[in-house]
Nanobody, 125 residues
Framework: QVQLVESGGGLVQAGDSLRLSCAAS????????MGWFRQAPGKEREFVAA????????LYADSVKGRFTISRDNAKNTLYLQMTSLKPEDTAVYYC??????????????????WGQGTQVTVSS
C-alpha cells in the first residue's frame, strides 16, 4: 500500500497558477503509475491527469489539456500537478492516486489502488 499526502491547494483568482504536490511513502513510488482526480461539490469524482511510472507517458482530461501539466520526481517520491490559467470550474478537492506495479504506458481507464486525502483548490472569478 502506498501512503499519499497532497499539498499545495488554496484560494486563487481566475487566471492564476497553482502547483499541487503529492508525497508518497517509500521507494514503491517509482513502481507506480500515478493519477490526479478531482471532485467538485455535488459532482462525481473525475479524472484529471495520469503519468506512467517512468514519466515518459502522460494523459489528460480534455477540460485541462493545455493548462495542466503532470510530472513526477522519482528521486523525491513526489508527484506534481502544475495548474495554469485556472478557471472557477476547476474548483474542487484534488486527489492523487497510485497504481503500483503498472509498467505499461497505457493509462486510459486505469484503476488505482491507493488514494490521498485530498487538497482543496478554490478559484474565484
Amino acid at each position: 500500500q502506498v501512503q499519499l499526502v497532497e499539498s499545495g491547494g488554496g484560494l486563487v483568482q481566475a487566471g492564476d497558477s497553482l502547483r499541487l504536490s503529492c508525497a508518497a511513502s517509500g521507494s514503491i513510488f517509482r513502481r507506480c503509475a500515478m493519477g490526479w482526480f478531482r471532485q467538485a461539490p455535488g459532482k462525481e469524482r473525475e479524472f484529471v491527469a495520469a503519468i506512467s511510472w517512468s514519466g515518459r507517458k502522460s494523459l489528460y482530461a480534455d477540460s485541462v489539456k493545455g493548462r495542466f501539466t503532470i510530472s513526477r520526481d522519482n528521486a523525491k517520491n513526489t508527484l506534481y500537478l502544475q495548474m495554469t490559467s485556472l478557471k472557477p470550474e476547476d474548483t474542487a478537492v484534488y486527489y492523487c492516486a497510485a497504481r503500483p506495479d503498472w509498467y505499461s504506458d497505457y493509462l486510459e481507464g486505469l484503476k488505482y489502488n491507493d488514494w490521498g486525502q485530498g487538497t482543496q483548490v478554490t478559484v474565484s472569478s
